[in-house]
């Protein structure tokens, strides 16, 4: 079992950045690739970032290209979302997810554990 938890979510204005963290608890996070999700009030919760287990393949949804970037440390457990230039759109909860796969996937069903989220606010 994999328990995850966020922290690095607050209040930034436009332009600015924000590192969000992903803690997970349990020996066998390095066999999940993980995945950063963001739902908006009235939205349906979609895949931002993935990084897979071994770190070596990432995938971004074309809205944060260039902007964010998604890493991992399996010795610490923890998977991470630099965050930079952000625009008032990219306001939401910020879930990390854990899947038993071997490459990243964006239907939010198909993975097996989720953090508690984080707000992340963009003011204009």
């Known amino acids: 079992q994999v328990q995850l938890v966020e922290s690095g979510g607050g209040l930034v204005q436009a332009g600015g950045s924000l590192r969000l963290s992903c803690a997970a608890s349990g020996r066998t996070f390095s066999r999940y690739t993980m995945g950063w999700f963001r739902q908006a009030p009235g939205k349906e919760r979609e895949l931002v970032a993935g990084i897979n287990w071994i770190g070596d393949s990432t995938y971004y949804t074309d809205s944060v290209k260039g902007r964010f970037t998604v890493s991992r440390d399996n010795g610490k457990n923890t998977v991470y979302l630099q965050m930079n230039s952000l625009k008032p759109e990219d306001t939401a909860v910020y879930y990390c997810?854990?899947?038993?796969?071997?490459?990243?996937?964006?239907?939010?069903?198909?993975?097996?554990?989720w953090g508690q989220g984080t707000q992340v606010t963009v003011s204009s």
């Open positions: 997810a854990a899947v038993y796969r071997t490459h990243v996937t964006g239907v939010a069903g198909t993975y097996d554990y």
